[in-house]
């Protein structure tokens, strides 16, 4: 009982936080395609004592919008993925999180709510639908069209690097003029990202597809990250199609560290993913 209430006042506080809402765009004004249960919040999970806020179940995907001071705006959005295994969303520690992040760097930030648990096609259906939403109404966030990118942690790695490579895949009917715009990423971003090595003999997922039109990735991963090689089978073969990659690779950090303080792997990469945009938003 004394563990339930030292607990319940850090579970309330992260309902507090997630309480104060900014603007929310649901994806789908109809029905969501392919889902079978009705449209409701999403459910919080509560089993856990962690300090991370998670979804257990999104049944009506939507983007959480996150606007920099207008002084330090630089016209460029990221769509963040938070990870999960495709089961739940861990949505402060790899999503508000890091939309904070962005934020103080001048980018807008939406955090996507994709559809959990175990339904990797509709998670990305909305991950394609997000980024035309966000593409469509770019000037009302005075953001440019073409620096929308997308990053995403763990399973939402997974789903950043689907994102960017089968952006020429048709995964739902059109809904609206927004459908008409391409939801090819300019720009992508893994960290520590998972099943992007389940081909044979632990290649590159079949299902990726590397075109020329690959978007700039960006990848950090650790060598003791159990995912650990999904970031070297991805960056390999980025590298072999002669596509632009940039890979960092830790010895040490794990796994699911988000921008947490205290882990060395959480201290480095936004300085590293931080240059990195810096330098390919300068070409476009």
């Not at 997000?130 to 069209?145: C, D, E, G, L």
Request: hydrophobic share 40%.
């Amino acid at each position: 009982m004394k563990n339930l209430f030292v607990f319940l006042p850090l579970f309330l506080l992260s309902i507090s936080t997630y309480a104060q809402k900014r603007e929310i765009i649901y994806l789908w004004p109809g029905k969501v395609p392919g889902e079978l249960k009705e449209k409701q919040p999403p459910v919080i999970d509560t089993s856990k004592n962690d300090k991370i806020l998670r979804f257990d179940e999104v049944t009506n995907p939507a983007i959480e919008v996150f606007l920099p001071d207008k002084a330090i705006n630089n016209g460029s959005a990221v769509i963040v993925c938070p990870g999960g295994g495709y089961n739940i969303l861990a949505y402060d520690l790899e999503g508000t999180e890091i939309a904070g992040w962005l934020n103080r760097l001048g980018f807008t930030a939406f955090v996507l709510q994709y559809r959990i648990p175990d339904k990797k096609e509709g998670a990305l259906q909305d991950v394609q639908r997000a980024m035309r939403i966000v593409r469509n109404s770019s000037q009302k966030w005075n953001i440019y069209p073409e620096k929308i990118g997308v990053m995403g942690f763990s399973a939402g790695g997974s789903l950043s690097a689907r994102a960017s490579t089968l952006f020429n895949k048709k995964t739902y009917p059109p809904v609206d003029k927004s459908d008409s715009l391409s939801c090819r990423p300019s720009f992508t971003m893994l960290i520590y990202p998972a099943y992007l090595d389940q081909g044979p003999n632990l290649t590159l997922t079949p299902e990726l597809e590397l075109s020329k039109e690959v978007p700039p990735i960006f990848i950090f991963q650790t060598a003791d990250d159990p995912y650990g090689n999904s970031a070297l089978v991805m960056a390999g073969a980025l590298r072999n199609a002669k596509l632009p990659v940039e890979l960092h690779f830790l010895s040490t950090g794990g796994h699911g560290y988000g921008l947490r303080p205290g882990k060395i792997a959480a201290e480095t990469w936004p300085l590293l993913a931080e240059k990195w945009m810096g330098v390919v938003l300068k070409k476009k």
